[in-house]
């Protein structure tokens, strides 16, 4: 969490709440279907400010099944998908951008 904006890790996660719990009656949306990415560690800006996220990027690729790291292309690619026609039929959903990880889990270090 940064010091300069103590308050955005909070407001990322009751973004992230309302994202993925759609409002329980759809017809509502019009049609519009309502996702959520989650993405797994990505080199930015943002993230390098983070404490320990140097040590967690650098050993995920060794972890995640499809052994690479993830890229702000890769996410961007997710979104479009989600974005466009070919998504259509997909609501509710949470697209996990991160190399097959979150089927993994996290290593305890034992």
Same mark, same amino acid.
């Given at each position: 969490?940064?010091?300069?904006? #103590?308050?955005?890790?909070? @407001?990322?996660?009751?973004?992230?709440?309302? %994202?993925?719990? #759609? +409002?329980?009656? +759809?017809?509502?949306?019009?049609?519009? /279907?309502? !996702?959520? %990415?989650? +993405? /797994?560690?990505?080199?930015?800006? @943002?993230?390098? &400010?983070?404490?320990?996220?140097?040590?967690? =990027? /650098? &050993?995920?690729?060794? %972890?995640? +099944?499809?052994? @690479? !790291?993830?890229? #702000?292309?890769?996410? *961007?690619?997710?979104?479009? =998908?989600? @974005?466009? $026609?070919?998504?259509?039929?997909?609501?509710?959903?949470?697209? =996990?951008?991160?190399?097959?990880? !979150? %089927?993994?889990?996290? #290593?305890? *270090? $034992?």
């Amino acid at each position: 969490m940064s010091a300069v904006r #103590p308050w955005a890790h909070e @407001a990322q996660a009751h973004v992230a709440l309302a %994202i993925r719990h #759609p +409002p329980r009656r +759809p017809s509502r949306l019009g049609g519009v /279907g309502v !996702n959520a %990415i989650s +993405p /797994g560690p990505v080199r930015t800006r @943002a993230a390098s &400010g983070s404490a320990g996220f140097k040590k967690m =990027y /650098g &050993g995920f690729s060794e %972890i995640a +099944p499809l052994r @690479a !790291n993830i890229t #702000p292309e890769d996410v *961007g690619r997710s979104a479009v =998908y989600l @974005a466009s $026609d070919l998504s259509s039929a997909v609501t509710g959903e949470t697209l =996990y951008v991160d190399g097959g990880f !979150n %089927i993994v889990g996290v #290593p305890t *270090g $034992d």
